[in-house]
């Protein structure tokens, strides 16, 4: 080595152990932050002051009492950014081992490729300091790295000493790392040796009395976002409740004065703490404190879901930042569904404007309900019908195909399709499932599905091929099906999405039994739905006739305004196959 090299190395040396310099986080990120193309809809040089909450957010960690900080915050606000700031600086300034935990491994490596990758290559005091044999996921720089992880690999999470961890989304963490424990308390595990040592934990939150950042918040100091009114002076929170939705003005706690979202954010805003905790550090914020989602369209959101349980938890969740709270043990009295039962003035109501089906397939019988949906997701019993018969045999699929390509009609005699159906291809038949299926499936909108339980899986979770080739299969999460239509049949005659059901055509008293054969309850910290009667074929197919409307994509509110002719001609069969 030459005296040039070795003077170079030495340099390198002095500048890893020296004191971090009089910076701050949102100094050094105004200064030296360029935001990826890849990352945000405003590409360019960071400006806390376009975001002035997540000044003391990233300030905060650089207080020597400061062990752990807390981010209940909703989406669209700069959570994730701020904690790539955070890791910026470190990389920069105070050099050391780094983990960023993410809820799966898939996600860590779409972190690391996506967002971190980027962020390497558009920030050259980082890009100049982070080794180039560096992966998308492990940054390795002189003085220490960072290891992207997911929470589901406890190998990675308990390995080698970590200075700071920085953990996104953690109530999307598994509750157990493969049965090794909490991945969080893992992770946190591995800082045990530092004095120093930093634990970054944000997330929006899920369930209330499950969710981890929601506790974690709790025990924190419980900071909370405050703006001056404009018209008083006195603080406020950006708070929901007081928004006026039709001019989209917040209403002041003190004064009651009405003010527009630019009247509110001119304001210089501050961090107020409940609590006088120094080591832990909280904060809460929603998304109504964002320079990115307009007050009118977080308002428009909330209209367009408010009637749909798994978007409005979403919307609760993600933009409000708050936790949803699930109904336990909810069971539901069969009896005065039996009792609500109505005549119908023809075998499908005017309000009608489309029909799907659900089936289920048992041993000796198959169970079919059509279902009529109407405007705001208001639906109408159209049939429940059990045809029986072996599934091995071909006369029993020959009748439900009869049934299935019936016409429904209205007062005036025309005629409907059901416009999409699914079939449960799981557990029972499964071949002769696929069978009936395949020469079918899109040219009648016929699809084969396959339940998935895991709490938090959306309605629909796409197509995939089976082994053999034959159907494209979908996947549903039947646990945001059952919340649907529990919160549906929940709902007054006069609330949009109410269930309608008919005098005869099978609604008969095992079917409304059937339907609410099911409760949701909590055990060993899970959600859980439990079967509390023999029988819920009628539960899954009503669930099922739901998700086909699912499908369809279908804007009802638009496709109310188009005439009858029309709708009929939709929901026809295709002539010929589509490739």
Not at 355 to 378: C, F, M, N, R, Y
Not at 398 to 411: A, Q, T, V
Not at 510 to 536: C, D, H, M, P
Request: aromatic share 10%.
């Amino acid at each position: 080595m030459n005296i040039e090299s070795t003077r170079l190395l030495f340099k390198e040396i002095v500048n890893v152990l020296a004191p971090p310099p009089e910076i701050t986080v949102s100094e050094w990120a105004d200064q030296n932050r360029i935001l990826s193309q890849e990352s945000s809809s405003e590409p360019g040089r960071w400006d806390t002051d376009r975001t002035p909450y997540l000044k003391e957010i990233m300030d905060c960690i650089l207080d020597p009492e400061v062990e752990e900080v807390t981010g209940m915050i909703g989406s669209q606000v700069g959570k994730t950014e701020s904690q790539i700031n955070m890791l910026g600086y470190f990389i920069d300034h105070d050099p050391c081992p780094i983990l960023f935990v993410h809820p799966s491994d898939v996600m860590g490596t779409e972190f690391g490729k996506d967002r971190m990758t980027p962020f390497v290559r558009d920030n050259p005091v980082i890009d100049s300091k982070v080794y180039k044999s560096s992966t998308n996921a492990r940054k390795g720089f002189l003085g220490g790295y960072v290891a992207i992880i997911g929470a589901n690999s406890p190998s990675k999470l308990a390995s080698r000493p970590i200075r700071i961890v920085l953990a996104d989304e953690i109530d999307r963490y598994p509750l157990s790392a493969k049965q090794e424990g909490d991945p969080l308390a893992l992770a946190t595990k591995r800082t045990a040796t530092f004095w120093n040592r930093k634990i970054i934990a944000m997330s929006t939150p899920t369930i209330k009395g499950l969710s981890r950042i929601e506790s974690r918040y709790n025990n924190s100091s419980m900071g909370k976002w405050h703006v001056p009114c404009p018209s008083c002076g006195g603080f406020n929170i950006y708070d929901w409740k007081r928004l006026d939705f039709e001019t989209c003005e917040m209403s002041c706690k003190e004064c009651g004065a009405l003010h527009g979202e630019l009247e509110w954010k001119k304001g210089k805003g501050k961090w107020i703490h409940e609590k006088k905790s120094k080591k832990h550090i909280g904060f809460h914020l929603n998304e109504m404190a964002s320079p990115f989602t307009p007050w009118e369209a977080m308002r428009d959101k909330f209209l367009k879901v408010k009637n749909d349980p798994e978007e409005l938890k979403v919307f609760i969740n993600t933009s409000l930042a708050e936790t949803w709270e699930e109904k336990y043990d909810n069971k539901i009295d069969w009896g005065k569904f039996f009792k609500n039962r109505i005549q119908y003035e023809a075998e499908i109501p005017d309000e009608v404007l489309l029909i799907t089906a659900g089936v289920d397939v048992q041993d000796s019988w198959l169970e079919i309900e059509v279902v009529g949906w109407g405007k705001d997701k208001e639906s109408w019993g159209i049939e429940h019908k059990v045809i029986r018969g072996n599934p091995e045999d071909q006369y029993t699929w020959d009748e439900l195909d009869k049934f299935l390509i019936k016409d429904f009609k209205y007062k005036d005699d025309t005629p409907m399709k059901i416009a999409c159906t699914c079939i449960d291809t799981g557990g029972h038949n499964t071949e002769e499932s696929y069978n009936y299926i395949s020469p079918i499936q899109n040219i009648r909108r016929v699809y084969g599905i396959k339940g998935l339980g895991k709490v938090g899986t959306p309605i629909l979770n796409g197509f995939r091929r089976t082994k053999n080739k034959k159907i494209d299969l979908l996947s549903l999460g039947v646990n945001a099906l059952k919340d649907t239509l529990m919160n549906r049949l929940e709902l007054d005659s006069k609330s949009p999405g109410y269930c309608n059901f008919p005098i005869g055509r099978g609604y008969d008293e095992n079917y409304f039994k059937g339907l609410t054969s099911e409760i949701k309850v909590v055990e060993k910290g899970k959600i859980k739905w439990k079967q509390i009667r023999a029988r819920n074929e009628a539960l899954d197919i009503r669930n099922y006739a739901t998700a086909a409307l699912e499908i369809l994509k279908v804007d009802l509110e638009e496709f109310s305004k188009i005439e009858l002719e029309k709708r009929v001609k939709y929901c026809r069969f295709k002539k010929k196959k589509e490739s």
